[in-house]
């Protein structure tokens, strides 16, 4: 069962462009929502996270949008760079709950030309 | 301060056989999580450690084992190995306080080949 599902599978945008991820989950014990960037023969590494009660959260060019009546979630890239070039992974886990673990999306493959 | 160490990089092995993995979490930090990354299926969790004990463990065959020592190093073992298996294998490590929250720093894995 897929509790987290993620779209598109892959995007491809022209340099400042804005690439939009988008994510639904299906757990309503969920309460802690991150992204990670895995750039290729690197492991992946947190990006920006949010909590429901949030709806909207920005670090620099990257922004979250949180929807919990929709149980969704979204990032959007401002101004995207050939170096955003990477995958992109939206998380989610229940951060008082005791299974110690990250359900992530299928991931995002966002390739950004000069 | 070093980032999580994930030994070795690459292997090939042959059906049948098995592999361990070695991990070494970020110093000061307790809990160690594997995951499974494959392009069709993601990244799948499969264990969680911490001080020693397996906290979690998530939907994989009983041949996917793991442990960690007293140092926070955690080793992973995939016996009678299968073609299937072949795949990055994750390890993240996180401070116990943070073990809940998803702030996981990763390793860069070790890729597996199963001929």
């Known amino acids: 069962q897929q509790q987290v599902k993620q779209s598109p599978q892959s995007l491809i945008v022209q340099k400042g462009g804005i690439p939009i991820i988008n994510c639904a989950y299906e757990n309503t014990a969920f309460d802690y929502f991150p992204w990670y960037q895995q750039f290729p023969g690197k492991g992946p590494a947190l990006l920006i996270a949010i909590r429901p009660d949030v709806s909207e959260k920005k670090e620099g060019r990257f922004t979250i949008s949180f929807n919990k009546s929709a149980k969704q979630f979204s990032l959007h890239i401002m101004d995207s760079q050939p170096g955003d070039s990477a995958t992109y992974f939206c998380?989610?886990?229940?951060?008082?709950?005791?299974?110690?673990?990250?359900?992530f999306g299928k991931g995002t493959l966002l390739t950004v030309n000069p | 301060k070093a980032g999580v160490t994930q030994t070795p990089r690459y292997l090939i092995k042959t059906r049948g056989q098995q592999v361990t993995l070695s991990c070494s979490p970020i110093s000061g930090h307790r809990s160690v999580s594997w995951y499974q990354q494959t392009p069709g299926q993601g990244l799948q969790f499969l264990f969680e450690y911490f001080s020693e004990t397996q906290r979690n463990k998530g939907n994989f065959p009983g041949r996917f084992s793991g442990r960690q020592f007293s140092n926070s190093r955690s080793e992973m073992n995939v016996s009678t190995l299968e073609l299937g298996d072949s795949a990055l294998y994750l390890c993240a490590s996180s401070s116990r306080s943070r073990a809940n929250t998803g702030e996981l720093f990763f390793g860069e894995g070790s890729r597996l080949t199963v001929l």
């Open positions: 998380a989610a886990t229940n951060s008082g709950g005791s299974n110690y673990k990250l359900t």
